[in-house]
Protein backbone atom coordinates (compact mmCIF):
# COMPACT_ATOMS: atom_id res chain seq x y z
CA UNK A 1 0.00 0.00 0.00
CA UNK A 2 1.02 3.55 -0.14
CA UNK A 3 2.08 4.17 3.24
CA UNK A 4 4.64 0.97 3.03
CA UNK A 5 5.96 2.06 0.01
CA UNK A 6 6.39 5.25 0.10
CA UNK A 7 7.92 4.23 3.83
CA UNK A 8 10.28 1.73 2.44
CA UNK A 9 10.78 2.26 -1.08
CA UNK A 10 13.16 4.97 -0.75
CA UNK A 11 15.55 2.96 1.70
CA UNK A 12 15.13 0.21 -0.47
CA UNK A 13 16.30 2.04 -3.38
CA UNK A 14 19.28 3.50 -1.45
CA UNK A 15 20.28 -0.66 -0.40
CA UNK A 16 20.00 -0.96 -4.31
CA UNK A 17 22.31 1.28 -5.01
CA UNK A 18 24.72 0.43 -2.48
CA UNK A 19 24.88 -2.92 -3.78
CA UNK A 20 25.15 -2.24 -7.43
CA UNK A 21 28.24 -0.12 -6.03
CA UNK A 22 29.72 -2.84 -4.42
CA UNK A 23 28.74 -5.29 -6.65
CA UNK A 24 30.25 -6.55 -10.36
CA UNK A 25 26.95 -5.16 -11.67
CA UNK A 26 27.95 -1.81 -11.14
CA UNK A 27 27.95 -1.03 -14.71
CA UNK A 28 24.34 -1.20 -14.69
CA UNK A 29 24.24 1.84 -12.71
CA UNK A 30 26.81 3.62 -14.92
CA UNK A 31 24.82 3.30 -17.77
CA UNK A 32 21.61 4.46 -15.52
CA UNK A 33 23.39 7.28 -14.49
CA UNK A 34 24.15 8.55 -17.94
CA UNK A 35 20.27 8.03 -18.98
CA UNK A 36 19.49 9.79 -15.16
CA UNK A 37 21.39 12.92 -16.19
CA UNK A 38 19.27 13.03 -19.59
CA UNK A 39 15.93 12.53 -17.79
CA UNK A 40 16.69 15.16 -14.81
CA UNK A 41 14.67 17.36 -15.92
CA UNK A 42 11.60 15.19 -16.59
CA UNK A 43 9.83 16.12 -12.90
CA UNK A 44 9.82 19.71 -13.86
CA UNK A 45 8.62 18.64 -17.21
CA UNK A 46 5.47 17.16 -16.70
CA UNK A 47 6.48 14.13 -15.14
CA UNK A 48 5.52 10.27 -16.22
CA UNK A 49 2.68 8.85 -15.06
CA UNK A 50 1.70 5.34 -15.64
CA UNK A 51 -1.88 5.23 -16.64
CA UNK A 52 -1.50 1.51 -15.17
CA UNK A 53 -0.17 1.92 -12.39
CA UNK A 54 -2.83 4.65 -11.40
CA UNK A 55 -4.96 1.45 -11.82
CA UNK A 56 -3.50 -1.00 -10.06
CA UNK A 57 -6.63 -2.99 -7.69
CA UNK A 58 -4.15 -2.66 -4.73
CA UNK A 59 -5.30 1.16 -4.53
CA UNK A 60 -8.69 0.35 -4.42
CA UNK A 61 -7.57 -2.05 -1.28
CA UNK A 62 -6.04 0.93 0.21
CA UNK A 63 -9.16 3.58 -0.76
CA UNK A 64 -11.21 1.09 1.34
CA UNK A 65 -9.14 0.84 4.25
CA UNK A 66 -9.74 4.09 6.07
CA UNK A 67 -12.08 4.41 3.62
CA UNK A 68 -11.16 7.65 1.22
CA UNK A 69 -14.03 9.16 -0.42
CA UNK A 70 -13.83 12.23 -3.06
CA UNK A 71 -16.79 14.55 -3.02
CA UNK A 72 -17.33 16.84 -5.95
CA UNK A 73 -19.53 20.07 -5.31
CA UNK A 74 -19.64 21.52 -8.83
CA UNK A 75 -18.46 20.67 -12.34
CA UNK A 76 -14.79 21.88 -13.56
CA UNK A 77 -14.88 22.91 -17.18
CA UNK A 78 -12.77 20.56 -19.09
CA UNK A 79 -11.78 23.66 -20.90
CA UNK A 80 -10.16 25.37 -17.88
CA UNK A 81 -7.00 25.24 -16.23
CA UNK A 82 -6.74 24.97 -12.52
CA UNK A 83 -4.23 24.70 -9.44
CA UNK A 84 -6.14 22.98 -6.36
CA UNK A 85 -5.36 23.85 -3.03
CA UNK A 86 -5.16 20.42 -1.05
CA UNK A 87 -5.34 20.90 2.84
CA UNK A 88 -4.32 19.69 5.59
CA UNK A 89 -0.85 18.26 4.47
CA UNK A 90 -1.29 15.72 7.48
CA UNK A 91 1.78 13.55 8.35
CA UNK A 92 1.69 11.85 4.61
CA UNK A 93 -1.13 13.50 3.27
CA UNK A 94 -2.70 10.33 2.37
CA UNK A 95 -5.93 11.79 0.72
CA UNK A 96 -4.20 13.93 -1.55
CA UNK A 97 -2.48 10.27 -3.06
CA UNK A 98 -5.38 8.32 -3.09
CA UNK A 99 -7.79 11.20 -4.81
CA UNK A 100 -5.06 12.43 -7.34
CA UNK A 101 -2.28 9.75 -7.56
CA UNK A 102 -4.35 7.50 -7.94
CA UNK A 103 -7.93 6.61 -10.13
CA UNK A 104 -8.90 4.52 -7.14
CA UNK A 105 -11.67 7.29 -6.17
CA UNK A 106 -12.80 8.31 -9.52
CA UNK A 107 -11.40 11.09 -10.41
CA UNK A 108 -11.64 10.42 -14.43
CA UNK A 109 -15.31 9.89 -13.66
CA UNK A 110 -16.32 12.78 -11.09
CA UNK A 111 -14.27 15.18 -13.46
CA UNK A 112 -14.01 14.15 -16.82
CA UNK A 113 -11.23 15.73 -18.96
CA UNK A 114 -9.24 16.65 -16.36
CA UNK A 115 -5.74 15.50 -16.01
CA UNK A 116 -4.51 15.68 -12.03
CA UNK A 117 -0.78 16.68 -11.51
CA UNK A 118 0.04 16.44 -7.83
CA UNK A 119 3.60 17.81 -6.65
CA UNK A 120 5.92 17.22 -4.47
CA UNK A 121 9.27 18.38 -3.35
CA UNK A 122 12.13 18.21 -5.85
CA UNK A 123 14.40 16.61 -3.53
CA UNK A 124 12.40 13.57 -3.82
CA UNK A 125 13.48 13.05 -6.79
CA UNK A 126 17.17 13.29 -6.40
CA UNK A 127 17.32 9.45 -5.23
CA UNK A 128 17.88 7.33 -8.48
CA UNK A 129 15.14 4.56 -8.83
CA UNK A 130 13.19 5.79 -5.92
CA UNK A 131 12.40 9.21 -8.22
CA UNK A 132 11.46 6.93 -11.32
CA UNK A 133 8.66 4.99 -8.54
CA UNK A 134 7.03 8.79 -7.86
CA UNK A 135 6.78 9.57 -11.87
CA UNK A 136 5.24 6.13 -12.59
CA UNK A 137 2.76 7.05 -9.05
CA UNK A 138 2.02 10.45 -11.01
CA UNK A 139 3.78 12.83 -9.20
CA UNK A 140 5.86 15.97 -10.40
CA UNK A 141 7.94 18.81 -9.06
CA UNK A 142 6.38 21.50 -6.93
CA UNK A 143 8.68 24.31 -8.58
CA UNK A 144 8.10 27.29 -10.10
CA UNK A 145 9.14 26.21 -13.19
CA UNK A 146 7.40 22.73 -12.72
CA UNK A 147 4.30 24.70 -12.34
CA UNK A 148 4.37 26.70 -14.97
CA UNK A 149 5.26 24.03 -17.55
CA UNK A 150 2.07 22.10 -16.67
CA UNK A 151 -0.36 24.67 -17.17
CA UNK A 152 1.39 26.57 -19.97
CA UNK A 153 2.52 23.33 -22.31
CA UNK A 154 -0.26 20.94 -21.91
CA UNK A 155 -3.17 22.67 -23.34
CA UNK A 156 -6.63 22.78 -21.51
CA UNK A 157 -8.17 20.63 -18.76
CA UNK A 158 -4.75 20.36 -16.61
CA UNK A 159 -5.42 20.36 -12.87
CA UNK A 160 -1.95 20.96 -10.70
CA UNK A 161 -2.76 19.60 -7.00
CA UNK A 162 -0.41 21.29 -4.42
CA UNK A 163 -0.41 20.53 -0.40
CA UNK A 164 0.20 24.33 0.45
CA UNK A 165 0.92 24.00 3.77
CA UNK A 166 4.17 21.98 3.29
CA UNK A 167 6.40 20.29 5.78
CA UNK A 168 5.81 23.22 7.98
CA UNK A 169 2.00 22.18 8.44
CA UNK A 170 3.19 18.83 9.07
CA UNK A 171 4.30 19.44 12.71
CA UNK A 172 0.79 21.36 13.44
CA UNK A 173 -0.65 18.10 12.38
CA UNK A 174 -3.06 16.90 15.35
CA UNK A 175 -5.72 15.01 16.12
CA UNK A 176 -9.16 17.12 16.09
CA UNK A 177 -7.49 19.98 15.05
CA UNK A 178 -7.85 22.04 11.85
CA UNK A 179 -4.52 24.07 11.70
CA UNK A 180 -3.49 25.35 8.36
CA UNK A 181 -0.03 26.83 7.33
CA UNK A 182 -1.64 29.60 4.92
CA UNK A 183 -1.30 33.13 5.91
CA UNK A 184 1.83 33.63 4.40
CA UNK A 185 1.65 30.90 1.61
CA UNK A 186 1.16 33.49 -1.52
CA UNK A 187 3.13 31.61 -4.15
CA UNK A 188 0.28 29.24 -5.76
CA UNK A 189 -1.59 32.63 -5.77
CA UNK A 190 0.84 34.31 -7.99
CA UNK A 191 1.10 31.20 -9.88
CA UNK A 192 -2.62 31.18 -10.83
CA UNK A 193 -2.41 34.67 -11.92
CA UNK A 194 0.47 34.19 -14.06
CA UNK A 195 -1.15 31.44 -16.08
CA UNK A 196 -4.67 32.50 -15.81
CA UNK A 197 -5.26 29.48 -14.14
CA UNK A 198 -8.70 29.01 -11.63
CA UNK A 199 -7.95 28.58 -7.91
CA UNK A 200 -9.78 25.77 -6.21
CA UNK A 201 -9.83 25.12 -2.42
CA UNK A 202 -9.50 21.27 -1.41
CA UNK A 203 -10.23 19.94 2.44
CA UNK A 204 -10.05 16.39 3.16
CA UNK A 205 -12.06 16.03 6.83
CA UNK A 206 -9.90 13.23 8.50
CA UNK A 207 -6.75 13.63 7.18
CA UNK A 208 -5.32 14.46 10.90
CA UNK A 209 -6.94 11.48 11.70
CA UNK A 210 -5.06 8.58 10.20
CA UNK A 211 -1.63 9.61 12.12
CA UNK A 212 -1.54 10.81 15.60
CA UNK A 213 2.56 13.00 16.12
CA UNK A 214 4.59 13.50 19.32
CA UNK A 215 3.89 16.72 20.57
CA UNK A 216 7.66 18.03 21.50
CA UNK A 217 7.37 21.12 23.49
CA UNK A 218 8.89 24.50 22.27
CA UNK A 219 12.82 25.25 22.71
CA UNK A 220 13.23 21.39 23.43
CA UNK A 221 15.98 19.59 21.84
CA UNK A 222 13.72 17.69 20.28
CA UNK A 223 11.45 20.56 18.60
CA UNK A 224 14.99 22.16 17.92
CA UNK A 225 15.88 19.36 15.84
CA UNK A 226 12.69 19.25 13.85
CA UNK A 227 12.99 22.91 13.04
CA UNK A 228 16.60 22.60 11.66
CA UNK A 229 15.97 19.61 9.44
CA UNK A 230 12.88 21.49 7.98
CA UNK A 231 15.44 24.50 7.49
CA UNK A 232 18.42 22.31 5.96
CA UNK A 233 16.48 19.73 4.17
CA UNK A 234 12.98 20.89 3.31
CA UNK A 235 10.45 18.86 5.64
CA UNK A 236 10.63 18.31 9.04
CA UNK A 237 10.87 14.49 10.52
CA UNK A 238 7.57 14.11 12.37
CA UNK A 239 7.67 11.44 14.75
CA UNK A 240 4.28 9.86 14.68
CA UNK A 241 2.70 6.43 15.28
CA UNK A 242 -0.63 4.39 13.98
CA UNK A 243 -2.06 0.91 15.17
CA UNK A 244 -0.06 -2.47 15.68
CA UNK A 245 0.05 -4.50 12.94
CA UNK A 246 -2.58 -7.21 14.62
CA UNK A 247 -4.59 -4.99 17.20
CA UNK A 248 -6.07 -1.69 17.43
CA UNK A 249 -5.82 -0.72 20.05
CA UNK A 250 -1.50 -1.56 20.50
CA UNK A 251 0.50 1.47 18.79
CA UNK A 252 2.27 0.49 15.64
CA UNK A 253 3.15 1.27 11.63
CA UNK A 254 -0.20 1.28 10.03
CA UNK A 255 -2.31 4.12 9.76
CA UNK A 256 -5.64 4.04 11.80
CA UNK A 257 -8.88 3.26 10.12
CA UNK A 258 -10.36 7.07 10.09
CA UNK A 259 -12.47 8.02 7.24
CA UNK A 260 -10.82 10.59 4.91
CA UNK A 261 -13.19 12.88 2.88
CA UNK A 262 -12.25 14.80 0.62
CA UNK A 263 -14.04 18.07 -0.88
CA UNK A 264 -13.40 19.58 -3.86
CA UNK A 265 -14.69 23.02 -3.78
CA UNK A 266 -16.03 25.93 -6.44
CA UNK A 267 -13.69 27.14 -8.43
CA UNK A 268 -12.34 31.04 -8.13
CA UNK A 269 -12.07 32.75 -11.56
CA UNK A 270 -8.58 34.24 -12.16
CA UNK A 271 -7.53 36.54 -14.84
CA UNK A 272 -4.11 36.02 -16.85
CA UNK A 273 -1.89 38.86 -15.71
CA UNK A 274 1.98 38.25 -16.83
CA UNK A 275 3.00 40.10 -13.27
CA UNK A 276 0.95 40.51 -10.92
CA UNK A 277 1.46 43.25 -8.09
CA UNK A 278 1.83 42.48 -4.36
CA UNK A 279 -2.11 43.83 -4.24
CA UNK A 280 -3.37 41.30 -6.72
CA UNK A 281 -1.72 38.49 -5.32
CA UNK A 282 -3.19 40.04 -1.39
CA UNK A 283 -6.76 39.88 -3.40
CA UNK A 284 -6.79 36.44 -4.81
CA UNK A 285 -5.15 35.53 -1.61
CA UNK A 286 -7.98 36.65 0.46
CA UNK A 287 -10.73 35.27 -1.71
CA UNK A 288 -8.91 31.87 -1.78
CA UNK A 289 -8.85 31.96 2.41
CA UNK A 290 -12.55 33.21 2.25
CA UNK A 291 -13.56 30.39 -0.21
CA UNK A 292 -11.68 27.53 1.70
CA UNK A 293 -13.05 28.64 4.98
CA UNK A 294 -16.75 28.83 3.52
CA UNK A 295 -16.07 24.76 2.04
CA UNK A 296 -15.17 23.83 5.68
CA UNK A 297 -17.71 25.50 7.14
CA UNK A 298 -20.28 24.17 5.17
CA UNK A 299 -19.53 20.46 5.17
CA UNK A 300 -17.89 20.12 8.83
CA UNK A 301 -21.07 18.73 10.38
CA UNK A 302 -21.82 16.48 7.51
CA UNK A 303 -17.91 14.66 8.15
CA UNK A 304 -18.38 14.35 11.83
CA UNK A 305 -17.08 17.93 13.53
CA UNK A 306 -18.85 20.21 15.67
CA UNK A 307 -20.50 23.33 14.54
CA UNK A 308 -17.70 25.04 16.96
CA UNK A 309 -15.13 23.74 15.30
CA UNK A 310 -12.95 26.34 13.11
CA UNK A 311 -9.86 26.54 10.66
CA UNK A 312 -6.68 28.18 12.63
CA UNK A 313 -4.56 29.88 9.82
CA UNK A 314 -1.19 30.87 10.93
Given at each position: NYFSS??????????????????????????????????????????????????????????????????????????QNYILGYHPHGIMSIGAFC??????????????GLKPYLTTLAGNFKMPFYRDYLLAAGMCSVTHSSIDYLLSHHGHGNAVVIVVGGSSEALHCRKQSHILTLKNRKGFIKKALINGSCLVPVYSFGENEVLYQYQFADGSWKKNMQEMFQQWIGFAPCVFYGQGLFSSTSKGILPFRKPINTVVGKPIPVPKIQKPSEEQVQKYHALYIHSLTELFNTHKEHFGLQKSDSLILI
Open positions: FGFVGPLCFLLITWLVCSSLWPLLALYSVWLVADWKTPERGGRKSVWMSKWTIWKYFRDYFPVRLHKTVDLDPENFGTDSTEFSLLFP
